[in-house]
């Protein structure tokens, strides 16, 4: 369950990265995922924010840093929950999501060197809406391999934080640019999520 004062914690960081102008750092944006994933029991790398592009057709990673070098998800994706998430203009919980079908390709990939992808076995994602707009999705997950402890189910009540905390975030990526990084080659076409 989240702490009541996570909405004011990410509204707080996120008018810093506002005052410090331009993108956000990679530093600030570690920063934020940890204080985001700490009430919900879960790691910084177990929380994902994703754009959706100007055109409205894709979803780009904003964090995990690695993750915004490798791809796009097309929003026609079938079985995508981000996707999904931003289509119904709405979240969802899965807590059981290893018998969920959806796409691996990111979920495939280290994080970091200190641990190797694991499956996604509990998720909870909300579309990020400001002004009435839908602007992107953010996720919470709990990874995990079996035997592995995976921490409690998510409840509706963390989903409510979690749109609130969306809503705050999302309300300040709608401000920024939309930015491609140099390593997703433009013209190449999104990685099939």
Known sequence: MADV??????????????????????ESLNRLAAQISLPFGAKKDEVAI?????DGRTLRFVFPIKLTKIGAIPLTTAHSLAAKNIRDKRGEI??????????????????????????????????MIADGNVVGVIQICRK??????IGPDFTQRDLAELT??????????????FTV?????????PAKA
């Open 181 to 189: 990084p140099s390593a997703a080659k433009p013209g190449a076409p």
């Open 5 to 26: 004062d996570l909405s004011l914690t990410v509204a707080k960081h996120v008018e810093e990265m506002r005052k410090a102008g331009g993108q956000p750092s990679d």
């Open 164 to 177: 609130t905390v969306g809503a705050i975030l999302g309300k300040y990526l709608a401000t920024l640019p």
């Open 94 to 127: 899965v807590n059981n999501f290893s018998v969920y079908k959806h796409p691996t390709v990111f979920e495939a990939v280290d994080l970091s060197e200190q641990e190797k992808a694991a499956p996604i076995q509990k998720i909870m994602s909300t579309a």
């Open 50 to 54: 994703l754009r959706l592009s100007p």
């Open 144 to 149: 995990g391999r079996g035997g592995d402890p």
